[in-house]
């Protein structure tokens, strides 16, 4: 007890030493730069408050044309949105431009210093946006935070930006900079398109920063990477908010301009969570049906002929599919963080679910079709295992990363991966189609399970690459419906094997081999070793139900032959075989008997 004591006192002591130095430092810190920050603040913010737009805008440096273009985007129109919170998504043309020259600020270097990047000359790209809005000393205008992803083939950049937003006319004026560049007041203020904006926004942010410095960084020094300014006009739309937008680099040179006749789109947080949370719940809805079906189709083949019938394979890539799934929208969940976690974390135990059930289905199949290959006790056992965990990782790392670059640059190179995934992942009945036909039997999916799983795997690619207002903002490509019809058809093909036979589609000359069990009765040598005498009176007797079977009878369904040659009764053998696929007499292992 006392050495406890002790030991508590001796960790209370280090954490109040650390604390006291810890405070020590920090007021050394604040006793020695307390007075260069203020005169600092003072300097930096008298020149501040003498900012005008003659001598310190931006937007003077841009193309006439360019001006023009914006200025009539900020002037009042005749419809507007006066709450523009939410998300945004749109495209935009890539234009490069000549900046204009300034006496006071100087040009800017028309090439593009090291490290900046920008987007091509011509080229086309995607836009996402996230604005939060918050009042600001005028009632009329609120205060404007966010960010903004922009992409286009070799271009891929993510910027925070800040600015202003007039309720009255449904205008806004934005700064954005890179991610890791320092966001500064100044730069809004210097983006105004007019002397009258110019100085409100100066106003604004004189009041709403209290005279305060909120960072050491001073603005000249801010920008390490192209910075934009981006003039909004926001008007209604039946489905939420839409906007033109121009984006525009003064220090890059470049021009990002909405395509003609269209808009950029938006809707609302509020409106965002619900879409949102009728996805996870139909996402929920779905796993939990799928695992039902699964349920149903486990009980269906649980002795060691029908689960030979199903094909490993074709678990092992669902097993894989739901993985992807189970990490993308883990990893979606978290970062929406909020109400989504709520029915995020709901429907990601569905398919944990469902994946955990593909998982059990898919060791016990493999156990009976590959005995050894879990044998931990063997060598063979620990490489088949070994294969197993190496096969598994080698599919998922690649898939992985090939979602991540198509979610975040929408590259073609990232398309064109996404492309042969989806794919190669939506083939997963082709193996089971194979084995039916190496088999020759076609009986051991249910068709219900056949059909619903082939629905619920296809709402998500659906989903996503047909719905216009998903809520990834992927752009919908009629391409997503050869990818049904692809999945479809091998359903289909199953089913038809069901209900024809499992070598339907398949001409003669190119069928394979399949044994038939109504062979003639086999000689006395190929069946048994016994003497001769008492080979005449038990040659033709059944193993099964020990009853003698009819080689008199003309009919060959009444007596069956394994290819090791043992007789049985056709329905004693039948009976046998569905439960296991061996040889009563000699265990040796026996081919599944042809439909029909």
Not at 567 to 580: F, Q, R, S
Request: aromatic letters at 10%; one cysteine or more; a neutral charge.
């Amino acid at each position: 007890m006392d050495r406890r004591v002790l030991t508590l006192g001796c960790a209370l002591a280090l954490f109040g030493l650390w604390l006291l130095v810890s405070a020590g430092d920090n007021w050394l810190d604040r006793s020695h730069s307390s007075p260069e920050r203020r005169a600092f603040e003072h300097r930096w913010w008298n020149a501040f408050r003498r900012m005008s737009y003659a001598h310190n805008s931006t937007f003077t440096l841009l193309p006439d044309n360019v001006q023009q273009s914006a200025a009539a985007l900020l002037k009042p129109g005749s419809e507007f949105h006066d709450s523009i919170a939410g998300l945004y998504h749109g495209q935009w043309n890539a234009v490069h431009f000549t900046p204009h020259h300034n006496d006071t600020i100087g040009q800017w270097n028309t090439t593009l210093p090291e490290g900046y990047e920008r987007p091509a000359n011509a080229s086309t790209g995607d836009l996402e946006m996230t604005l939060d809005a918050e009042p600001s000393i005028d009632d009329s205008v609120s205060l404007i935070s966010g960010d903004v992803h922009l992409r286009s083939v070799g271009f891929n950049t993510r910027l925070i930006l800040q600015g202003l937003h007039w309720h009255t006319n449904g205008t806004a004026v934005l700064h954005a900079v890179p991610e890791l560049s320092a966001q500064t007041t100044v730069d809004v203020v210097r983006a105004m398109s007019t002397s009258r904006a110019f100085d409100q926004a100066r106003g604004i942010y004189d009041e709403t920063l209290g005279g305060r410095l909120l960072s050491y960084t001073r603005p000249e020094e801010a920008l390490d990477g192209c910075s934009y300014h981006i003039y909004m006009h926001f008007g209604s739309a039946p489905s939420g908010v839409q906007a033109q937008a121009l984006t525009v680099s003064s220090n890059c040179n470049v021009l990002l301009a909405t395509p003609s006749g269209q808009h950029v789109s938006g809707v609302s947080h509020a409106r965002y969570r619900q879409k949102t949370t009728r996805y996870f719940r139909t996402g929920l809805a779905l796993m939990l049906a799928q695992a039902a079906l699964l349920f149903l189709q486990m009980r269906a083949t649980t002795t060691h002929a029908a689960m030979s019938m199903v094909s490993h394979h074709t678990l092992a890539m669902l097993a894989v599919l739901y993985t992807y799934i189970f990490i993308m929208h883990s990893i979606a969940c978290l970062a929406f963080g909020g109400i989504y976690l709520i029915f995020g974390f709901v429907t990601i135990a569905a398919y944990l679910l469902s994946m955990s059930l593909y998982l059990k289905y898919l060791i016990c199949v493999w156990k009976v079709q590959s005995p050894d290959a879990f044998d931990a006790l063997n060598a063979a056992g620990r490489r088949g295992l070994l294969t197993v965990y190496v096969k598994f990782y080698a599919v998922l790392i690649p898939g992985v990363y090939t979602i991540y670059t198509f979610i975040d640059t929408r590259s073609r190179l990232s398309q064109w991966l996404m492309a042969i995934l989806l794919t190669a992942m939506y083939s997963y009945w082709l193996p089971q189609i194979w084995l039916n036909v190496r088999r020759g039997v076609a009986r051991r999916l249910r068709i219900d399970y056949i059909v619903g799983s082939s629905i619920v795997h296809l709402f998500l690619p659906v989903y996503f690459f047909a719905c216009p207002e998903n809520i990834a903002f992927i752009r919908p490509t009629p391409l997503i419906w050869v990818l049904v019809a692809y999945n479809l058809s091998q359903a289909a093909v199953l089913v038809l094997q069901r209900f024809l036979d499992a070598l339907f589609f398949i001409p003669a000359v190119l069928r394979p081999d399949v044994y038939s069990y109504c062979a003639s009765l086999p000689s006395v040598d190929e069946e048994s070793c016994v003497g001769a005498d008492q080979q005449t009176e038990s040659m033709h007797k059944c193993p099964i139900c020990l009853m003698p079977v009819d080689a008199t009878s003309s009919s060959e369904s009444a007596h069956a032959v394994t290819p090791c040659h043992h007789v049985y009764h056709e329905a004693c053998l039948a009976n046998w075989m569905e439960i296991k696929l061996e040889c009563p007499v000699c265990r040796a292992a026996l081919p599944p008997r042809v439909d029909g």
